[in-house]
């Protein structure tokens, strides 16, 4: 793995944790978060309204939400 001198070799988890959150994520609600030139790509776990994981039975998986958030100049 290549090293660059101004990027950490690891993060704390607060520092995970506050980097998601600054974009107005949180941890929990994710299952990938992509930054990319453009925007940041984000796929978040579709809940309830009580906060319960919604379910697509006939898939039998977790229905998951896309978001992207563009960058404007």
């Known amino acids: 793995m290549k090293?660059?001198?101004s990027v950490p070799e690891s993060l704390t988890r607060e520092q995970y944790v506050s980097l998601i959150a600054g974009v107005?994520?949180?941890v929990k609600e994710l299952r990938r978060l992509e930054f990319r030139m453009d925007g940041?790509?984000?796929?978040v776990f579709e809940r309830t309204e009580s906060g319960g994981l919604v379910v697509d039975s006939q898939a039998d998986e977790v229905v998951l939400n896309r978001?992207?958030?563009p960058v404007r100049d």
Do not use: K, N, S
Request: hydrophobic share 55%; aromatic share 24%; net charge negative.
């Open 24 to 26: 107005g994520f949180e």
């Open 40 to 43: 940041v790509y984000a796929e």
């Open 3 to 5: 090293t660059i001198t």
């Open 67 to 69: 978001v992207f958030i």
